[in-house]
């Protein structure tokens, strides 16, 4: 009898893999037949969804780190012990964040195959959310560090947004899908931040952010609306391996080209963090009789920079080529960069700000080089481990950046406000002699083949 109930469990057993077999080769089926074309409608949905969610952000990024400031001066410190607490308690509240994401992206990104994108963003929006509202009440501190790190276990938007870019996109074009999403935060940036240091100088910060928080509410309302980006769900189980960050970290070394690039990218986001950490701490500090309003004028210098990247990755980057304009790109954003501290009057940032943006052409072409040599199948995996090894100098930059920036305007230290920019323009310098030296040998190497973007299952069925 015993055995008769066991042969009865192993066929059950059995009977679940068959189906769960059918089921997967429908999903190839219909992801095979998924014409490899623009899906316009998706596109443009998801291009104003994210470009309404970054709006919201636009509202309260750049007084993040001037609310703390306010905060330490209302404690009664001066304003130059105000800035340099800020930035470093700053930093913490960033490096908590990113710490979290760094484990959460490659998850996420494989249960959204499952589940769909819509989940995610609407759960990434409501913790970030929750920040925002945070830093509205000001204290306890420990208030700032239990909403950020919910964010940090919570926070999947650029994974999702990727994803979907990968969803609605050609690869022929998937350059300029990156692309879109720095036009997007161009947009928010054009001036609504100026808008922001309006509403901040009238009203006081606190209510810039609320104004935020509306349209963070708005995007909700949005994302209810928006068709999923994902038209086939994936039927595989969920097991114990999909929660394992780790597991999907050999796409990046697929190959010499995707090992390569990859290091850049980390490179140039720690670059990138440099900036974002210090900037407007730097800029309130160095000239401090600039308004909220003033300093809120700044971002739509680089608004409009991130605006024109979008016809330069459609049309500039194919005539002269990836390779060529990512070393350009690097090369002109560690030069603007080192201009930074030189600019006085204030205004003089403002053409700088323009022209380094061209560097956001880098980022976008970097990853469609490492998108086409991945196979098909793993391309959402890939999506999460772009995003965590981009989050890891989002965990670093915090720690060194802020500390940098501190150290050299304290007294009894060399006086040196404007290091951590020229920091940052040496990574960019470093990122652009490393690829030219690769892209040069590469490209004169006998053994240099490109890896054709097909799935295993694919080249299987042919």
């Known amino acids: 009898m015993t055995s008769i109930n066991r042969d009865e469990e192993e066929y059950e057993e059995n009977d679940a893999d068959v189906e769960e077999s059918l089921l997967q080769e429908e999903e190839l089926n219909a992801n095979l037949k998924k014409p490899e074309r623009w899906n316009k409608y998706q596109a443009i949905y998801v291009f104003c969804f994210c470009t309404l969610y970054f709006l919201g952000s636009a509202f309260s990024f750049p007084l993040m780190t001037l609310r703390l400031v306010e905060l330490y001066e209302k404690e009664g ?37 499952r589940y769909g994108r819509k989940p995610f963003f609407a759960i990434s929006i409501t913790s970030y959310s929750l920040y925002i509202a945070s830093l509205v009440a000001g204290r306890p501190i420990w208030l700032l560090f239990a909403a950020r790190a919910t964010v940090s276990l919570c926070d999947s938007m650029w994974t999702m947004v990727m994803i979907s870019i990968t969803d609605v996109t050609p690869s022929t074009h998937r350059a300029f899908g990156f692309g879109l999403l720095w036009v997007s935060l161009g947009i928010s940036m054009l001036g609504f931040p100026l808008v922001s240091g309006y509403l901040a100088d009238i009203y006081g910060i606190t209510f810039s952010f609320k104004v935020g928080l509306c349209i963070s509410v708005l995007a909700l309302i949005v994302l209810v609306g928006m068709p999923e980006t994902k038209r086939v769900l994936s039927t595989k189980r969920i097991t114990k391996e999909t929660f394992n960050p780790f597991l999907q970290f050999w796409l990046l070394f697929q190959n010499k080209t995707t090992t390569m690039l990859a290091f850049v990218s980390i490179i140039i986001s720690l670059a990138i963090e440099g900036i ?10 160095s000239f401090p009789n600039l308004s909220y309003l003033q300093i809120g004028s700044l971002s739509g210098a680089l608004g409009c920079g991130l605006i024109l990247s979008g016809p330069i990755n459609r049309f500039v980057v194919p005539k002269l080529g990836e390779e060529v304009s990512i ?32 560097n956001s052409v880098a980022a976008p072409t970097i990853q469609s080089i490492i998108f086409k040599q991945t196979d098909l199948d793993n391309q959402s995996a890939l999506v999460g481990v772009l995003v965590s090894a981009k989050n890891i100098p989002s965990i670093i930059g915090p720690f060194i950046f802020p500390q940098i920036y501190a150290y050299y305007i304290q007294d009894g230290h060399p006086y040196i406000p404007g290091m951590t920019f020229y920091i940052v323009a040496a990574l960019n310098v470093l990122c652009c002699i490393i690829c030219t030296i690769f892209f040069w040998f590469t490209k004169w190497s006998p053994n240099a083949k490109k890896r054709p973007n097909k799935s295993v299952t694919q080249i299987q069925i042919q």
């Open 77 to 113: 410190y001066s304003p130059q012990e105000a800035s340099a607490q800020a930035t470093v308690l700053s930093g913490w509240l960033s490096g908590l964040q990113y710490f979290g994401n760094f484990f959460t992206g490659p998850v996420y990104g494989a249960l959204s195959d």
């Open 276 to 285: 974002m950490d210090i900037f407007s701490t730097w800029v309130k500090y």
């Open 327 to 358: 070393c350009l790109a690097t090369l002109i954003g560690g030069l603007c960069v080192a201009a930074y501290p030189t600019a006085s009057p204030w205004w003089m940032l403002y053409p700088l700000l323009l022209v380094r943006s061209v």
